[in-house]
């Protein structure tokens, strides 16, 4: 896309990491989330992917236990859950 970069957002306080692209295409502004996620209690919470990657079998091939990866894509009253099942 001419006149659109992508950035990375790194919030190493929080834990929270972001890959967006922003700019300009044509005349329309571009803002889009390529993928967001965050590490919060030990767990890896996958809020955002648009990519063709399978981030959740890539962590899980490199090590991080199954239990250890949460879609933030859920309601949070099913987050809840899937946390305590995974206590």
């Known amino acids: 896309m001419p006149e659109v ?15 967006i692209r922003i700019g300009w ?3 329309r ?3 889009y989330t390529v993928f967001h996620f965050e590490i919060s209690d030990g767990k890896i919470i996958i809020h955002e992917n648009r990519t ?3 981030v ?4 899980i ?5 199954r239990k250890d990866i949460i879609s ?3 309601h949070p ?11």
């Open 5 to 19: 970069d992508n950035k990375i957002i790194a919030d190493t306080k929080s834990h929270s990491y972001q890959l």
């Open 25 to 27: 295409y044509k005349d």
């Open 29 to 31: 502004h571009v803002h």
């Open 52 to 54: 063709d990657i399978k």
């Open 56 to 59: 959740d079998e890539e962590l």
């Open 61 to 65: 091939e490199n090590g991080i236990d």
């Open 72 to 74: 933030g894509l859920q």
């Open 77 to 87: 009253r099913m987050l809840n859950l899937q946390l305590a099942d995974n206590g």
